[in-house]
Every structure is written in C-alpha cells, then in structure tokens.
Nanobody, 124 residues
C-alpha cells in the first residue's frame, strides 16, 4: 500500500503559477504509475496528467497542455504538478493517485490509491 498527501494548493491570480506536491509513504513509490486528477464544484472528477513509473511516458489532458508539467522524484517519493498560466477554469480540488499497473489510463476507476486533495483557486 501507499499513502498519498498533497500540498501546495492555494489562491492565485489568473496568469499565476503554483506547484503541487504529492508525498508518498513507504519505499515502493517507484513501483506505482501516478496521475493528477481534479474536481471542480458540481463537476465530475477529471484526469489532468499521467506519468509512468520511470517518468516516461507522460500524458496530459488537452486543456492543460503547454501550461502544466507533471514530474516525479523517485528518490524523494514525491510527485509534482507545476501549473503555469493558470486560468479561472483550473479552479478545483486536485488529487494525486497511484496504481500498480504501469500503463497509461485517464480513468479514475483504474487507480488504486488517492490522496485527500488540495484546493486550487484561481481568481480572475
């Protein structure tokens, strides 16, 4: 098992940047493929970005391509999401998720472990 704890959320103006972190417990972080999801009020949880165990390949949802960067540091057991050029529509609770199988998936049901989420609010 792995426990995930997100941090780094907050309030930022449109056009600003934030970096989210997801700290994983245990020594098995490198054996999990990881992803970021987000959920805005009144909407379903949606896929944001995926990164494999080794750090490649990486996939993004179209709305964040060129603005967000997912990365991981397996030595530090940490997943990151660098978010630049933030827009009001990026406002949501952001979750990190882990799954043991190392294949790309944007479906939340395929992920085994979830963090508690961190709020990102972008003011226009």
């Amino acid at each position: 098992q792995v426990q995930l704890v997100e941090s780094g959320g907050g309030l930022v103006q449109a056009g600003g940047s934030l970096r989210l972190s997801c700290d994983a417990s245990g020594r098995t972080f490198r054996t999990y493929a990881m992803a970021w999801f987000r959920q805005a009020p009144g909407k379903e949880r949606e896929f944001v970005a995926y990164i494999s165990r080794s750090g490649s390949p990486i996939y993004y949802t179209d709305s964040v391509k060129g603005r967000f960067t997912i990365s991981r540091d397996n030595a530090k057991n940490t997943l990151y999401l660098q978010m630049n050029s933030l827009k009001s529509e990026d406002t949501a609770v952001y979750y990190c998720a882990a799954k043991g199988a190392d294949y790309y998936s944007f479906a939340s049901v395929t992920y085994d472990y979830w963090g508690q989420g961190t709020q990102v609010t972008v003011s226009s």
